[in-house]
T-cell receptor, first 112, second 117 residues
Framework: KQEVTQIPAALSVPEGENLVLNCSFT??????LQWFRQDPGKGLTSLLL?????REQTSGRLNASLDKSSGRSTLYIAASQPGDSATYLC???????????FGKGTSLLVTP | GAVVSQHPSWVICKSGTSVKIECRSL??????MFWYRQFPKQSLMLMAT?????????EQGVEKDKFLINHASLTLSTLTVTSAHPEDSSFYIC?????????????FGPGTRLTVL
């Protein structure tokens, strides 16, 4: 079964900093990998979806990379803002799987 | 496009009662729907997968007689928590996937928060 790990579990940075969230997965034969944002008590907001044939995806200040050989993905957030404070979840869909497997998330706090 | 809704968004019930949660794909046909559960400060754990017109497949450790799943149409799946107890209190999130070519993207509902007293 695909196991997804996210480091760090929590992160606090001052506004304006660039930051990197890490995600690792055990089964490198993935179909796609997705990053989500979750605000407290709310559902999931999809941020970026990377197909297995892609190495990165960008949306605004967000950039996600995928390295299947090492089983890693990173989410880069540029010029962080207090509104970026949330939990960020990484999820991977294996070629042999049928549903996304989620990591435990990184709780991000951006202070003014 | 690709909107998934859930109803209700939150529910409070007494111990021993049953609660039904609906998941609908509003603008696409979902051949497969998934139900996840999320405990506070934990990740989403897959409970079961259902394909339209067939029985759901439950993950190890999930009681199928307690969590009844029905996927009777291509746009609706329901999860019924039978004889709910306080330990069933959780955030339940459904996800739907289109059967179209290249449709391996899962779209998520907004979640239902269940509190059992």
């Amino acid at each position: 079964k695909q196991e997804v790990t996210q480091i760090p579990a929590a992160l606090s940075v001052p506004e304006g900093e660039n930051l990197v969230l890490n995600c690792s997965f055990t089964d490198s034969a993935i179909y796609n990998l997705q990053w989500f944002r979750q605000d407290p008590g709310k559902g999931l907001t999809s941020l970026l979806l990377i197909q297995s044939s892609q190495r990165e995806q960008t949306s605004g200040r967000l950039n996600a990379s995928l390295d299947k050989s090492s089983g890693r993905s990173t989410l880069y957030i540029a010029a962080s803002q207090p509104g970026d404070s949330a939990t960020y979840l990484c999820a991977a869909l294996s070629n042999s799987g049928y549903a996304l497997n989620f990591g435990k998330g990184t709780s991000l706090l951006v202070t003014p | 496009g690709a909107v998934v809704s859930q109803h209700p968004s939150w529910v409070i019930c007494k111990s021993g009662t049953s609660v039904k949660i609906e998941c609908r794909s509003l603008d696409f046909q979902a051949t497969t729907m998934f139900w996840y559960r999320q405990f506070p400060k934990q990740s989403l754990m897959l409970m079961a997968t259902s394909n339209e017109g067939s029985k759901a497949t439950y993950e190890q450790g999930v009681e199928k007689d307690k969590f009844l799943i029905n996927h009777a149409s291509l746009t609706l799946s329901t999860l019924t928590v039978t004889s709910a107890h306080p330990e069933d209190s959780s955030f339940y999130i459904c996800s739907a996937r289109s059967g179209l070519a290249g449709g391996n993207t899962q779209y998520f509902g907004p979640g239902t928060r269940l509190t059992v007293l």
